[in-house]
């Protein structure tokens, strides 16, 4: 399914989060939205998983209208928010943090739900050695793959994932993304990636989008992005 | 009286107590509101316990239906005022006060609906065992098996929420939108769902505390302000977010209050109640077993 997002502005009280943003998230991909702090990121991906509302223009789901949906339904159509600040339930452990991403199918698909638990721990195998331990005990690190993990739980075929480098080591960072990107193969589902680390970020993307001030102003293979200093002197700070 | 019987008589109160502050809590936790309410919705659903006992004469009958009623109410409230309280409380201020002003007006419309239907005066509630004390080794105890059975209704009540909540995914999802709704909208839960099912089921505790505490308190329509503030006392003292907390704050609060009454006399029993409740609030504000960061709100 293909995301297209269609003039979307979106006001944050007075301010100008997002201002006529145009573009398409083309299946199968990692795009990656980057830009300073304040640029409009997170705002865009609270707005797609309806936990923010815009002001004016769309965003298409193949055919369906998200702008209509509740949050707890757009889960339900393959689309899984991940937001910014290794978002797990402190108060749980590991497993129930990646159960709850279940609960909602649990009842009709209980098998796959057990099914992608598995896969979690294979993919994070640091989770799997903490499955008792509750959430707060956590490094930075393991949190941000718990976050990671309870969204893959809900099988999305668009993972929004929200500054997952955020307070983390390059090392991790440089893990987590690898990780990502071998996920992306491996399942063909569908990244948006916010993030403010733009290197690592267009690194695994095949494309990438600049905000500037609630504006879009590139929207190009990630590639071309990397490779064009002037783009970069002028938007990314390096 | 000696200290062990005094201690054994604090104990089916505190069980009430706790299943009280039980009803706050899953409230605060669901909304983040204090329900002052709940005294009024607790009397309300004893009223509706003792009309079906006068009617049908059968107190397990009239048992379920009070909690079933406190069931209903508690859904109610939350659908019909709360939801549209928390939604339009938008700034700091408002979301801290309007709550708490709306949950006392909720109260007194509740003390003058029941004025209405039932009239003001005291009224006995029948109780389903004897209150006299047992005799054990030809001493009697104050503790009879009414007593008794207060505390086993309590045990088994609170061992099948604790059940639900640590062993269904409905308990893990409530669990989860108590402490982080937003993650748990976003793992595809309907929180406001979870949340008048928060609002349900302490309706329900409370009404089941209604019926236990009201042959000793008898029923009026404010006769659970009391019931309210030590519920909520011990509420405090195990911190707000705790259920496991809020249980054992009602046992000790329970304790605490007879070993009171007994030494000093009855008429320091709710004074300590208030200042028990400003030591904790000053002392330890998160509780005796609370969660770091309880106050957050």
Same mark, same amino acid.
């Given at each position: ?10 006001d944050?009280g007075?301010?100008?989060?997002l201002?006529n943003?145009?573009f ?8 990656a ?5 304040g640029?409009?990121? $997170?705002?865009?991906?609270?707005t797609i $998983?309806?936990?923010?509302?815009a ?6 789901w193949d ?8 949050t ?10 991940v937001?910014e600040?290794? $978002? ?6 590991v ?6 991403g ?5 009842r009709?698909?209980k ?6 638990i598995?896969?979690?721990?294979q993919?994070?195998p640091?989770l799997?050695?903490r499955?008792k331990?509750r ?12 976050a990671i993990g309870r969204?893959?739980?809900?099988r999305p075929?668009l ?6 480098s ?7 960072v ?5 990780t990502?990107s071998?996920l ?5 589902m569908?990244?948006?990636?916010v993030?403010?680390n733009a ?6 993307a095949?494309?990438?989008?600049v905000?500037d001030?609630g ?10 992005i990397?490779?064009d200093t ?6 990314l700070?390096? | 009286m ?5 201690v054994?008589?604090?104990v089916?109160?505190?069980?009430? +107590?706790?299943?009280m502050a039980?009803a ?8 983040r509101i ?5 005294a009024g ?6 009223y509706?316990?003792?009309s079906? #006992?006068?009617?049908?004469?059968? +107190?397990w009958?009239?048992l ?5 009623s406190?069931v ?5 409230? #939350?659908?019909?005022i ?7 409380s938008t =700034?700091?201020a408002?979301?801290a ?5 709306a949950?006392?007006?909720?109260l007194?419309i509740?003390?003058g ?5 039932w009239?003001?005066e +005291?009224q006995?509630y ?5 209150? #006299? ?7 009697q ?30 308990g893990?999802?409530?669990r989860?939108a108590?402490?982080?709704? #937003?993650v ?26 209604g019926?236990?505490?009201?042959? =000793?308190?008898?029923i009026?329509?404010n006769s659970?302000d ?9 509420a405090v003292?195990g911190?707000?977010d =705790? ?8 046992l000790?609060l ?8 007994? +030494?000093l006399?009855?008429s ?8 028990l409740l ?11 077993l ?8």
């Amino acid at each position: 399914m293909t995301l297209r997002v269609r003039g979307l502005t979106i006001d944050h009280g007075a301010i100008r989060a997002l201002s006529n943003a145009t573009f398409n998230i083309p299946k199968g991909s990692i795009t990656a939205v980057i830009g300073a702090n304040g640029a409009g990121k $997170s705002t865009l991906l609270r707005t797609i $998983s309806g936990l923010k509302r815009a002001t004016s223009g769309s965003i298409l789901w193949d055919e369906i209208a998200l702008d209509q949906l509740q949050t707890e339904q757009i889960v339900r159509t393959g689309i899984v928010h991940v937001p910014e600040g290794r $978002s797990v339930v402190t108060e749980l452990t590991v497993a129930e943090n990646l159960a709850l991403g279940g609960v909602w199918r649990q009842r009709t698909n209980k098998s796959d739900v057990l099914a992608a638990i598995s896969e979690v721990y294979q993919l994070f195998p640091r989770l799997a050695e903490r499955q008792k331990q509750r959430a707060d005990t956590l490094s930075g690190g393991e949190r941000q793959m718990l976050a990671i993990g309870r969204g893959l739980i809900s099988r999305p075929q668009l993972l929004l994932l929200d500054e997952p480098s955020l307070g983390l080591a390059p090392l991790v960072v440089e893990q987590i993304f690898q990780t990502l990107s071998k996920l992306q193969q491996s399942t063909g589902m569908t990244i948006l990636l916010v993030e403010q680390n733009a290197m690592s970020a267009l690194r695994i993307a095949s494309q990438g989008i600049v905000l500037d001030q609630g504006r879009v102003v590139i929207a190009d293979n990630a590639k071309a992005i990397m490779n064009d200093t002037a783009l970069r002197h002028a938007y990314l700070g390096y | 009286m000696d200290f062990l019987n005094i201690v054994i008589a604090g104990v089916s109160i505190g069980a009430i +107590y706790s299943l009280m502050a039980f009803a706050l809590i899953l409230v605060w936790r669901s909304t983040r509101i204090v329900n002052f309410a709940q005294a009024g919705q607790a009397a309300f659903s004893t009223y509706v316990g003792l009309s079906i #006992e006068t009617a049908t004469g059968n +107190y397990w009958i009239a048992l379920l239906a009070a909690v079933l009623s406190g069931v209903i109410i508690g859904a109610i409230v #939350e659908v019909v005022i709360v939801r549209f309280i928390v939604k339009h409380s938008t =700034s700091a201020a408002t979301a801290a006060v309007a709550p708490v002003i709306a949950m006392l007006g909720l109260l007194g419309i509740f003390q003058g609906l029941m004025g209405l239907i039932w009239g003001g005066e +005291y009224q006995a509630y029948p109780t389903a065992f004897a209150r #006299e004390g047992l005799i054990i080794a030809g001493n009697q105890i104050p503790f009879s098996p009414s007593d008794l059975f207060v505390l086993v209704v309590v045990v088994v009540a609170m061992s099948v929420a604790a059940l639900v909540f640590q062993k269904t995914s409905l308990g893990l999802a409530m669990r989860a939108a108590a402490f982080a709704p #937003e993650v748990t909208r976003l793992s595809g839960i309907r929180v406001s769902r979870i949340r008048t099912l928060g609002w349900a089921f302490a309706g329900g505790a409370g009404g089941l505390a209604g019926v236990l505490v009201a042959p =000793s308190t008898f029923i009026a329509p404010n006769s659970f302000d009391l019931l309210l503030v030590f519920g909520f006392t011990a509420a405090v003292i195990g911190g707000l977010d =705790s259920l496991v907390g809020g249980v054992l704050g009602g046992l000790a609060l329970g304790i605490g209050l007879a070993v009171v009454t007994g +030494y000093l006399g009855g008429s320091f029993t709710f004074m300590t109640a208030f200042v028990l409740l400003i030591i904790v609030l000053l002392i330890r504000p998160q509780g005796i077993l609370g969660a770091r960061g309880a106050r957050r709100a």
